[in-house]
């Protein structure tokens, strides 16, 4: 069974400063893997998703990297903003033919502070 | 782009009572649904897949009867929370795969969750 690990539970950085936020998956058999962002009390937004052929997806300040042998994704969001406080999910989708059933890491809290 | 959207968006009932909660896509024909769980300060929990005509297909661990799924339309899933207890108060999520897409593709698209308390 896929477990989904994401380190650390929260983080609080001043503006301005790089955040690394890290995911670890237990299966390497992943068909992508996708991070989103999560503001309190609401759904989900899709930040970036990487295909498992994939070593690396960029969009703006946002950069997240797979390396699918070793299970792990790291997601960098360059120079943070005070609006980039929020929970950060990560999500891998199993290598299966059909299906989109997504396995949810426990998130990261951030909080960037003025 | 894609929207999805959840009603109600908040929900307060008396225990025992059901409460059913509405997920449409509202620009695009979703042929499967997936329906979300999440406690607080915790992370999203697969309950059910809801494919259009057809029964849902549960996860482990969730009771059928207790929430009933029906995806009537290639547009609206609805999920019921029957006989409502304290413990069934969560924060629920859809999602909808937009039907015909390549597989594999960011097809799915989030609700924007629905807050359940059952007093």
């Known amino acids: 069974k896929q477990e989904v690990t994401q380190i650390p539970a929260a983080l609080s950085v001043p503006e301005g400063e790089n955040l690394v936020l890290n995911c670890s998956f237990t299966?390497?058999?992943?068909?992508?893997l996708q991070w989103f962002r999560q503001d309190p009390g609401k759904g989900l937004t899709s930040l970036l998703l990487?295909?498992?052929?994939?070593r690396e997806q960029t969009s703006g300040r946002l950069n997240a990297s797979l390396d699918k042998s070793s299970g792990r994704s790291t997601l960098y969001i360059a120079a943070s903003q005070p609006g980039d406080s929020a929970t950060y999910l990560c999500?891998?989708?199993?290598?299966?033919?059909?299906?989109?059933?997504?396995?949810f890491g426990g998130g990261t809290r951030v909080l960037v502070k003025p | 782009g894609a929207v999805v959207s959840q009603h109600p968006s908040r929900v307060i009932c008396k225990s025992g009572t059901s409460v059913k909660i509405e997920c449409r896509s509202l620009?695009?024909?979703?042929?499967?649904m997936f329906w979300y769980r999440q406690f607080p300060k915790q992370s999203l929990m697969l309950m059910a897949t809801?494919?259009?005509?057809?029964?849902?297909?549960?996860e482990q661990g969730v009771e059928k009867d207790k929430f009933l799924i029906n995806h009537a339309s290639l547009t609206l899933s609805t999920l019921t929370v029957t006989s409502a207890h304290p413990e069934d108060s969560s924060f629920y999520i859809c999602?909808?795969?937009?039907?015909?897409?390549?597989?594999?593709?960011?097809?799915?698209?989030f609700g924007p969750g629905t807050r359940l308390t059952v007093l």
């Open positions: 999500a891998v989708r199993p290598f299966e033919a059909a299906g989109n059933k997504l396995t």
């Open positions: 999602s909808a795969e937009e039907g015909g897409a390549p597989i594999g593709t960011d097809t799915q698209y």
């Open positions: 809801s494919n259009e005509g057809s029964k849902a297909t549960y």
């Open positions: 620009d695009f024909q979703a042929t499967t």
């Open positions: 990487i295909q498992s052929s994939q």
């Open positions: 299966d390497s058999a992943i068909y992508n």
